[in-house]
């Protein structure tokens, strides 16, 4: 029976294309010789050494009718290396073919991300790590991907782990939410791990503290120190465990410290052990009372804050000298701020569902760009609070150049104000 015609749909997208070869002699010079190519090439398969001759003379062929092939290798790395950090698939350049295959094999920075989970076997984490070479690893185990595979985690990371002198990043994640469910899958708490003493980033996306997430802590805790600088956890008991005395010196050393935790009712007193941090990121964590008297070295570190629902009693009668940004959100009800807050070089404030009057307490003289906002503004005290928050003054000649003000009706007469100022 014959075939089908072609339909029209299909004739128009291979007429275009035509089209498009046909307008570049390098283009269509190219196509010819690709599909001499694989004619050739499919009538020698047998003969090995004919089909490295054709592959050497295709490849010098190519390289007079594609620019491309006529880079120097150092040059097509150096845009490999690019394309790969804007976030270009690996796999999809290794496709194109044989040529940019090596290159990109032999770029030890593409292979430097392994996922021990179950996407890859213990002889796909050998080839990475032989492909790494020395470059530093950013090693990632995600625990919700193992289970049933315990064994195949246990290899992996026996594999990985004596490699733990080039660990850069170490992430660890889970979806479980019960501390059984962590530990029902795996145990694996014989494993024997070299230090990680050259861990830069910690990321801890794990609400419970398995056996194997505390074996981790415990190694980067007496080994890391010094070096590790950035810290992202999820999980408070993670916290707690790494502010046992034994393990608290891990976190002096940090520039980045980011905790997002579910609401708790124990304190953890963290603050004073941070001495070099640059950017505090909370979220949810229960903050003890501070004396406002008693020395906190971050403050006069702090370039970036970020608060939701914590505490800011602490922040009273302190000056952040080189604070640059600062976000408030719905402070956590407890110990109020009694006493003035001086941030002299910051530029940027944002206030979110909090009550206005405690706003007036922070001195900002370098203020370029204010932002409050309230769901707890009433009908009969909007005006009020609004002539309130202009007369805080912020330590400053209050004259915006620009001013935004938004007031939307909702259910049960309760307003939503939005107030904007940029000062330039």
Not at 346 to 367: D, R, Y
């Amino acid at each position: 029976m014959a075939s089908a015609p072609p339909s029209h749909a299909g004739l128009s997208a291979r007429f275009e294309w035509l089209i498009l070869l046909l307008s570049d002699q390098k283009k269509t010079r190219a196509a010819a010789l690709h599909a001499t190519y694989q004619q050739c090439h499919s009538e020698i398969m047998d003969d090995q050494a004919a089909l490295r001759a054709l592959e050497q003379q295709h490849y010098k062929q190519m390289c007079s009718a594609i620019p491309i092939y006529s880079l120097p290798v150092e040059i097509i790395r150096e845009i490999f290396c690019v394309a790969l950090d804007v976030g270009e698939e690996r796999e999809g350049l290794m496709l194109v073919c044989r040529r940019w295959y090596k290159i990109i094999e032999g770029i030890t920075s593409a292979w430097a991300s392994i996922d021990l989970g179950a996407r890859n076997t213990p002889e796909g984490v050998q080839k990475l790590l032989s492909l790494a070479g020395t470059h530093p690893l950013a090693v990632t185990i995600d625990l919700d991907k193992v289970e049933c595979m315990a064994e195949r985690l246990l290899s992996s990371l026996a594999m990985a782990g004596n490699k733990t002198s080039q660990w850069d990043t170490l992430t660890v994640c889970s979806k479980a939410q019960h501390e059984q469910d962590a530990q029902s899958s795996h145990a694996p708490l014989s494993i024997q791990l070299q230090p990680i003493r050259q861990l830069r980033q910690l990321n801890i996306k794990s609400s419970v503290l398995s056996p194997l997430l505390r074996l981790l802590l415990q190694n980067v805790a007496t080994t890391a120190v010094g070096k590790l600088v950035s810290m992202e956890i999820h999980s408070l008991p993670a916290v707690q465990y790494l502010l046992q005395p034994v393990h608290v010196s891990i976190y002096c050393s940090l520039t980045t410290f980011i905790a997002k935790v579910p609401k708790m009712n124990r304190p953890v007193d963290l603050l004073p052990h941070f001495m070099q941090l640059e950017v505090l990121d909370l979220t949810n964590l229960l903050l003890p009372i501070i004396d406002n008297s008693s020395p906190l070295p971050l403050a006069h570190t702090l370039h970036h804050l970020h608060l939701k629902a914590v505490s800011i009693q602490w922040m009273g009668s302190r000056v952040f000298p080189q604070l640059e940004n600062c976000t408030i959100i719905a402070p956590s009800t407890g110990p109020s701020l009694y006493h003035g807050v001086q941030l002299p070089a910051c530029t940027k404030v944002h206030f979110e569902n909090w009550n206005i009057s405690p706003i007036g307490q922070f001195s900002v003289p370098a203020l370029g760009h204010l932002t409050v906002k309230s769901n707890a503004w009433s009908l009969y005290t909007g005006n009020a609070q609004m002539v309130q928050l202009v007369r805080a003054g912020f330590g400053m000649a209050f004259q915006p150049k620009s001013l935004s003000l938004s007031v939307l009706y909702a259910k049960r007469r309760y307003y939503y104000q939005y107030y904007n100022c940029s000062q330039g």
